[in-house]
């Protein structure tokens, strides 16, 4: 079993980075579709999608953005992070197949407050930009290593 340790307020530096990294799945795109409730074609027909610019069908903006969360929530500052508000402008479409990997760097920390803000950077496997933006997240106060959690497996059908 994995586990996962956080950056507690008085651990976290100026320029401290992280990075988490997924490949998309047909099977994402349908859970996130799912989950959402956004059943835009260019997502989820490939017929549709062919007719697009995009020539076939992408990810939902948002699962790049939920990548961020999940950075956020298992890097940095890990558990016990709050997330408090974002920024994020999307650069070019991710495509089922692709490696999306998202960098945090702490660009700021208001100690009082347990408030840092956070450079996000998102990339595909080509190193290409794909959404960038600015994060605010309340950090924890209390070093935690705690057992990650264990998924079920979804079928779909």
């Known amino acids: ?23 998309l799945t047909e099977k994402d795109v349908i859970l996130f579709a799912a989950c959402s409730g956004d059943v835009n074609p260019v997502h989820l027909d490939k017929a549709y999608a062919a007719t697009t610019p995009f020539g076939e069908p992408i990810a939902h903006g948002m699962w790049t953005g939920a990548l ?10 890990g558990p016990g992070s709050v997330y408090r508000s974002q920024s994020l402008n999307f650069k070019h479409p991710v495509k089922i197949g692709d490696t999306v990997a998202v960098t945090l760097t702490i660009s700021e920390i208001k100690e ?16 290409k ?29």
């Open 1 to 23: 079993m994995s586990q996962l340790e956080n950056f507690p307020i008085a651990e976290l530096s100026v320029g401290l980075s992280k990075t988490y990294s997924k490949t």
């Open 68 to 77: 961020v969360s999940a950075a956020i929530a298992t890097q940095l500052p």
């Open 112 to 127: 009082r407050v347990k408030l840092i803000t956070l450079d996000c950077e998102a990339h595909n496997q080509d190193g």
């Open 129 to 157: 930009l794909i959404a960038k933006g600015v994060a605010e997240v309340i950090a924890p106060s209390e070093k935690q290593i705690i057992a990650a959690p264990v998924l079920p497996e979804i079928v779909i059908g």
